[in-house]
């Protein structure tokens, strides 16, 4: 008997298997089904670093009561939600796909769906990552220009450190004033838009200043010229006609407005050429 057990058992590890235990003490285990196989998790939660927040769709909703139950209930509503971080979130919640995707759409500006795009989700962490690298790169390359030519006359060169705080005035100052101006000139025209979103439209569009500033490098004033003035018409088409179609509504004044607009961003340009890249060499 005891030899047939053996047996038996041996001939289970040859073949590799193992019984099925039967019998009425077989207790089966049923594993709840899980949703790992796709990640992230389907959800009906909206925005990507939590599903409480959610970009408004206008500036006015930006500042508006949140939801029961989210961690901002607690929070103040109304204008002095705007001294809270909790109010600000929702602009910073994008993926590096979506800024690469919306920095795409800048360098093509006769398409004119940028607006259309970010309609739902305006940010502002793209624009003031592009805003700061540009201050920076504009003040920079700049000063390397100046000091080169100085260095090519063999004249004494001093380092001028104002030159990023004037680049700092001028871009921080244009991206947050005029798209403010924007806002106010719209709604006195009752053609209203989101505050956010102008902010996201022109921070975006000082995007092709910052090659242009790195070719500025090239010891040829015609071609700065060039370099600048294309990339300001380009970052002024880009504004101009994403705006246009909304302007539209705003009676027979529109083409005013958005030429306005257009010429604008055209003396951005000229202001970004005449002060950074253009040559002083002193005696």
């Not at 920095?103 to 940010?123: Q, V, W």
């Not at 090519?152 to 244009?174: E, P, R």
């Not at 053609?191 to 790195?214: D, E």
């Not at 370099?227 to 705006?243: D, E, K, R």
């Amino acid at each position: 008997m005891m030899s047939s057990g053996y047996t038996s058992l041996d001939n289970q590890k040859v073949s590799g298997s193992v019984p099925a235990v039967s019998g009425q003490d077989h207790v089966a285990v049923n594993f709840t089904e899980s949703n790992l196989q796709t990640f992230p998790p389907s959800s009906e939660t909206q925005g990507k670093i939590s599903g409480a927040y959610r970009p408004p769709k206008d500036a006015d909703d930006t500042f508006s009561k949140p939801a029961a139950g989210s961690p901002d209930e607690a929070q103040p509503t109304g204008w002095m939600r705007t001294f809270t971080v909790a109010a600000y979130k929702p602009y910073f919640d994008v993926d590096t796909s979506d800024v690469l995707e919306r920095i795409k759409d800048s360098l093509f500006p006769f398409k004119g769906t940028f607006s259309e795009k970010t309609a739902n989700n305006p940010d502002l962490y793209g624009p003031f990552w592009i805003c700061t690298t540009l201050i920076f790169v504009a003040a920079s390359i700049g000063t390397f220009v100046t000091y080169l030519a100085h260095k090519l006359q063999k004249k004494a060169w001093d380092l001028d450190i104002n030159l990023v705080t004037w680049s700092a005035g001028l871009f921080y100052g244009y991206v947050t004033v005029v798209p403010l101006g924007l806002y106010i000139l719209l709604k006195y025209f009752s053609v209203p838009s989101g505050l956010v979103q102008l902010f996201c439209l022109y921070g975006y569009s000082l995007f092709i200043f910052i090659p242009a500033s790195c070719l500025s490098v090239v010891p040829l004033e015609i071609f700065r010229w060039v370099i600048v003035g294309v990339a300001g018409f380009m970052s002024a088409t880009f504004v101009a006609l994403n705006l246009r179609t909304h302007i539209k509504s705003a009676g027979e004044r529109w083409f005013l407005i958005v030429a306005g607009i257009f010429l604008l961003q055209l003396a951005l340009a000229a202001v970004l050429k005449l002060y950074f890249f253009t040559i002083t060499v002193g005696k």
